[in-house]
């Protein structure tokens, strides 16, 4: 019977998965588009101000549900059976069925991650509203992690409703106590917040973005403060390690911003299920005799 609910999960992941796509990619632009439309109309008394039309695109009509999902290339309308998660990929052979553009392979990607993560979820807490609380967690970090990887945004409108799930959950006993979930989110914004004016003082530059502080704070709200320090040091050495080998390999700009998020998140995640486990070998690691 486990099997079979573990089966279901990732197939539910999948669907999920195919759902994060389209928050992913939609939901940015949809921020973009309102803020442009507001501050034109928030300047728009100023006759000295000029807006290049040309730029304006269609964007403002655009959200999680409506228009109906089309080629970003041809704009022609995707049929039902080419939104089936992985398959559809794979028959079209990673090609739009009308004008035969590419598709990225991120999309089966986010929807295999779900599915996996979804399957791992049930298989951990089996039915229960534990799992479903979990499931939300980890859905919400994969779609932050690819959008600030394709915007460097981490938008309010997710990581807040985290952080508030986060202390919901743990206020009914779910993960840690009520306590340790309220300081979590708490120390979480004032460590990234005091590192952000430090830095910002000693250099005059801005070393991340507030969006970040909300992120570490949504983690702490779900793992406790107690995982903070393993969510801050895991995040800042993998960040480190793959910012420099992006740079190395790249060539990349050393002074172009890169995204924090994805690794808080990845971090957070692991975490939130071995965080005892990694502070028990860090502290062996510091303390053979601990």
């Known amino acids: 019977m486990q099997t079979l609910w573990i089966t279901t999960g990732a197939l539910f992941g ?46 403002e009509t655009l959200n999680i549900v409506f228009p109906r999902s089309h080629c970003p290339s041809c704009k022609a309308l995707i049929p039902a059976w080419c939104n089936i998660p992985i398959l559809s990929y794979a028959l079209l052979k990673g090609k739009c069925l009308h004008c035969k553009a590419p598709i990225s392979v991120r999309y089966p990607f986010v929807e295999l991650l779900t599915g996996i993560i979804t399957a791992f979820i049930v298989y951990r807490y089996g039915l229960s509203y534990e799992a479903a609380a979990v499931a939300i967690f980890s859905w919400t970090l994969i779609s932050l992690t690819f959008i600030d990887i394709d915007h460097q945004l981490l938008p ?25 979930a309220l300081y979590g989110a708490v ?19 801005e070393g991340m973005g507030f969006g970040d502080f909300k992120l570490l704070a949504a983690l702490g709200a779900w793992a406790g403060w107690q995982h903070l320090p393993a969510i801050i040091i895991l995040s800042s050495l993998v960040g480190a390690l793959l910012g420099t080998l992006n740079i190395l390999l790249s060539g ?7 995204p924090f998020g994805p690794y808080l998140a990845i971090a957070g995640w692991i975490a939130f299920f071995w965080g005892d486990v990694l502070q028990q070998h860090y502290l062996q690691w510091i303390n053979p005799t601990i």
């Open 156 to 180: 309010d409108s997710m990581t807040l409703p985290l952080m508030w799930l986060g202390l919901v959950a743990n206020a009914l006993g779910f993960f840690t106590d009520l306590h340790s």
């Open 14 to 59: 999948l669907l999920i998965g195919s759902f994060l796509n389209v928050v992913i990619y939609r939901l940015p632009k949809s921020l973009i588009s309102s803020w442009r439309k507001e501050c034109k109309e928030f300047l728009s008394e100023d006759s000295t101000i000029k807006f290049d039309e040309s730029k304006e695109d269609d964007t």
């Open 252 to 258: 990349q700009d050393k002074n172009k911003p890169i």
């Open 187 to 205: 120390f979480g914004y004032l460590s990234l917040w005091s590192v952000y004016w430090l830095f910002k003082l000693l250099t005059g530059k």
